[in-house]
């Protein structure tokens, strides 16, 4: 998008935007410093990462939760390959906080998230994605809490062997928790960690909403009735969840928020598998081509699953969830990290008042942080 197109950003929504607690509570940045060897402290283009630390300083946003995401095959690589992996991540993002002292800060509560906000750094917090990370151990669920995870996501779209997965993909279970289940949302409650709700099966969150004694947070999920998607939540789901305090933290997906943009994306990526196979390479560079021919998913779009959870589970119970750089296509001038107050100039167009907009960029989760997480043990 040309810089002229850019929808403006008014001089209300820019201060509303500066004084706001602005949270993200889910960004995959650590995935591709590991995975791809990305440099997070230099800029980038849009088109190569959605997130860097200058940009991440230009966004002005106060807190960012950076996930530690163990990839399903971790599963299968013998004792110790998951959790050794959840571990390398948050050792990387702590390092990355240890290198930008200046930017960057770790926070672990509320009360860290404040501070960082006065004293103009970015706090990061750490989320840990995917419950076989933990390898069916709540000993390793303790350590993730003294390493600074504020959050387990109890499930990617593999299931483990006690929560079910929205996908349930490599064949993995997607019913609901088991004892042992029962037992992770427990020691959640008990250490002061979230219980992250997005990827899991219906069936896994209605039993976690009867066994969580603390509310939960859905990171990065966004609204079914809107685009059918299992990894959105159905009306009955962003209701249970706002009912016991929660908050839905919407995903900015193309994929998961447009179903003119999935049904582009699954044939896109049909045809891109059907050409002659050449390298990874070759494949990934056919299929890009293939993407960008895509007219993006409208603001608009964006706009309106926020919209739909604020009405459906009450503007107290949703915020943002990103997801940047776990997603390949993402809506109209929400490029990268530093588009964010246009989502709020876009909720001041539609009429949402100045105390609406704090609480979806970040006072509703800023609220259940303060009232679930605790300060790292000693
Ligand atoms: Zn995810």
């Known amino acids: 998008m040309r810089a002229e197109d850019l929808p403006e950003i008014s001089e209300r929504a ?18 591709k410093m590991l995975d791809e060897g990305y440099d ?3 800029r980038h283009s849009p088109s190569e990462g959605h997130t860097d630390v200058p940009r991440l300083i230009e966004s002005g946003i106060t807190a960012q939760v950076l996930a530690a995401w163990v990839d399903a095959p971790y599963a299968q ?16 993002i702590h390092a990355l906080i240890d290198a930008c002292p200046d930017a960057l800060r770790f926070a672990a509560t509320g009360a860290d998230i404040r ?6 750094v970015v706090a990061i917090l750490i989320g840990v994605e995917g419950g076989h990370a933990i390898e069916d151990s709540l000993d390793h669920l303790r350590e993730l809490k ?4 504020c959050y387990l996501t109890l499930t990617w779209n593999n299931g483990n062997h006690w929560a079910g997965s929205s996908i349930g993909s490599g064949a993995t279970r997607t019913a609901g928790l088991t004892p042992f ?31 969580s004694e603390a509310p939960v947070i859905a990171s990065h999920s966004s609204a079914r009735p809107l685009a059918h998607h299992p990894r959105n939540l159905s009306d009955e789901e962003l209701r249970a969840i706002a009912a016991r305090g929660g908050v839905i933290c919407v995903n900015f997906y193309s994929r998961f928020i447009e179903v003119r943009m999935r049904d582009a994306m699954d044939a896109a990526e049909a045809r891109a598998e059907a050409e002659p ?5 070759q494949r990934s560079a056919r299929l890009e081509a293939l993407l960008a021919r895509i007219p993006p998913t409208p603001l608009s779009i964006l706009i309106d699953h926020i919209d739909h959870i604020a009405r459906v589970a009450g503007i107290d119970h949703v915020g943002l969830g990103s997801d940047f750089d776990g997603i390949r296509l993402t809506p109209a001038s929400l490029d990268d990290v ?22 979806v960029l970040g006072a509703n989760v800023l609220r259940l942080i303060d009232t679930v997480v605790t300060a790292i043990p000693r």
């Open 40 to 42: 997070p402290a230099v």
């Open 277 to 281: 196979a050449g390298t990874a390479a």
């Open 338 to 359: 530093t588009a964010y107050p246009r989502i709020a100039q876009a909720l001041l167009d539609r009429g949402y008042s100045d105390d609406d907009v704090r609480k």
């Open 115 to 120: 501070r960082a906000k006065a004293d103009g």
């Open 181 to 211: 289940g029962r037992q992770v949302i427990a020691e959640l409650n008990r250490l002061g960690m979230l219980v992250d709700v997005s990827h899991t099966s219906s069936e896994t969150l209605a039993d976690v909403l009867a066994a």
């Open 14 to 31: 820019g201060r509303l935007y500066r004084d706001a607690i602005v949270i993200d509570t889910h960004n995959d940045l650590a995935t």
């Open 146 to 149: 003294r390493r600074g995870a």
């Open 77 to 92: 690589r013998g004792a110790g390959a998951a959790f050794e992996r959840a571990l390398a991540y948050t050792d990387a």
